[in-house]
């Protein structure tokens, strides 16, 4: 009797050169399929520190936008997991305790692994170069990182993060992070008491537009003074007045420029035109000379100096128009391989991109920290379409303003 054939399970999201494919796509062949740690970790050949962050930040991207019977996998992996407490400090001998009651036999190679654990940590402790040459190596093929092939160290990766503060201490890892972080900006009392309007009011987009103009709009208003309370005011008019119209633009779909028009040019016109004495805006197929002939869906220039480009920007697609992944990984790569080319030929210390992709904007920066670059990601805004969506962007509007002000701070130091 021929064997039955079993359909395979499709997977959204991974890298195309993912180091693990061919373990994946194993463990999600025949009847039974499943995401085995112990098997897993027999191909991953690392620390358990490691392995186990890899395997969590693969559980989490698929359990993301994937198909009902790959969430159910990997969820039922990840309470396996949880259930026998292989992600706790625990010694050699609980471990085995917890393989015993899965049924699984220890590969001698998996013990070879563990046995070398604590040498390892030794070895990297050594020294903080070490430490991060280390996390650069561990973090080279996680599902979430973006950037590992850049030798960049992606904050913006909790798997990332976990492996960096395991390798060198929580000390180190805190002043990296203090070191990286935006410094916040202090809202007027103008945009303090707009904002709380806002998100006091109940979620009717009738109701926040009464709350707006009853708090914003003044008479008195200042671009510059009050550019903070300036752009909630724009912004959140822009956004009320797309939710009533007869058709929410947002709602249906649109191609990479027509939405990049409705949505992050828009957005990043506002947000500079108080400062537009010093950044002078780009758009579309725009190139810059460090990049060779790179081009770029914007970029956001110095007033009376296009030799300095504090920012640069690259549309992922459009809106509701089935944009793959890929793309938008693409598209990461690019951005920050430019940035990071960019800062070794002018000696700088940080740069600034954004990007869109689906209904989401990101305003990100790369920054090099004790011979090392680090990315973080500022502010991730979806673009609202409900009151409650609208609220949220709201809120975020702190992040983008103190990610603007670092940009403008970076473009008038810069001669």
């Known amino acids: 009797m021929p064997s039955k054939k079993h359909s395979k399970i499709r997977v959204r999201g991974v890298k195309k050169d993912y180091k693990y494919e061919g373990w994946l796509n194993s463990a999600l062949q025949g009847p039974n399929p499943k995401l085995d ?19 969590l930040d693969l559980l989490t991207l698929l359990s993301i936008n994937q198909s009902n019977k790959l969430t159910k996998i990997a969820q039922e992996a990840q309470n396996l997991f949880d259930a026998h407490g292989l992600g706790n400090n625990t010694d050699k001998h609980t471990d085995e305790e917890s393989l015993v009651s899965l049924g699984i036999t220890r590969s001698p190679e998996l013990n070879e692994v563990e046995d070398t654990e604590n040498e390892v940590e030794d070895e990297t402790s050594s020294g903080i170069g070490s430490g991060t040459d280390k996390v650069l190596h561990q973090t080279a093929n996680l599902p979430s990182d973006q950037v ?14 976990d492996i960096l503060r395991s390798e060198i201490g929580n000390d180190r890892y805190n002043l990296i992070v203090e070191e990286t972080k935006l410094e916040p900006v202090t809202l007027s009392t103008y945009a303090t008491e707009l904002s709380n309007a ?26 510059v003074a009050h550019n903070d309370a300036g752009f909630i005011e724009v912004t959140t008019r822009y956004f009320l007045d797309m939710m009533n119209s007869p058709q929410n633009p947002i709602n249906k779909t649109m191609l990479e420029r027509t939405s990049a028009a409705y949505l992050i040019i828009y957005l990043v016109n506002q947000l500079f035109l108080p400062n ?12 810059f000379y460090l990049t ?23 549309f992922s697609g459009g809106i509701n ?24 030929d002018t000696d700088t210390d940080q740069m600034f991109c954004m990007r869109c992709y689906g209904l989401n904007i990101y305003f990100e920066k790369l920054h090099k920290y004790d011979d ?36 403008i701070n970076y473009a008038i130091d810069l001669n």
């Open 148 to 161: 590992e092939k850049l030798n960049i160290v992606d904050l913006s990766s909790t798997a990332a993060k």
């Open 37 to 55: 740690y112990f098997t897993f970790a027999d191909t991953f050949q690392n620390t358990k520190h490691a392995t186990n962050s890899h395997y």
């Open 292 to 314: 060779d002939r790179s081009k770029f869906d914007g970029i956001l220039f110095k007033v009376g100096n296009k030799s300095i480009a504090p920012v640069i920007i690259e």
């Open 372 to 407: 090392v670059m680090y990315r973080s990601i500022t502010a991730n805004i979806e673009i609202p379409n409900t009151p409650r969506k609208l609220k949220a962007f709201i809120q975020e509007v702190p992040k983008i303003l103190a990610w603007k002000q670092s940009v």
């Open 276 to 287: 537009n004495d010093i950044i002078e805006l780009a758009w579309l197929e725009r190139e």
């Open 198 to 223: 806002l998100n006091e009011a109940s979620l009717s987009s009738q109701i926040l537009r009464q709350a707006l103009y009853n708090n914003g709009f003044r008479s008195d208003f200042d671009l």
């Open 321 to 344: 128009d089935k944009t793959s992944s890929r793309k938008n990984s693409n598209d990461i790569e690019k951005l920050y391989r430019n940035m990071a080319k960019i800062m070794k």
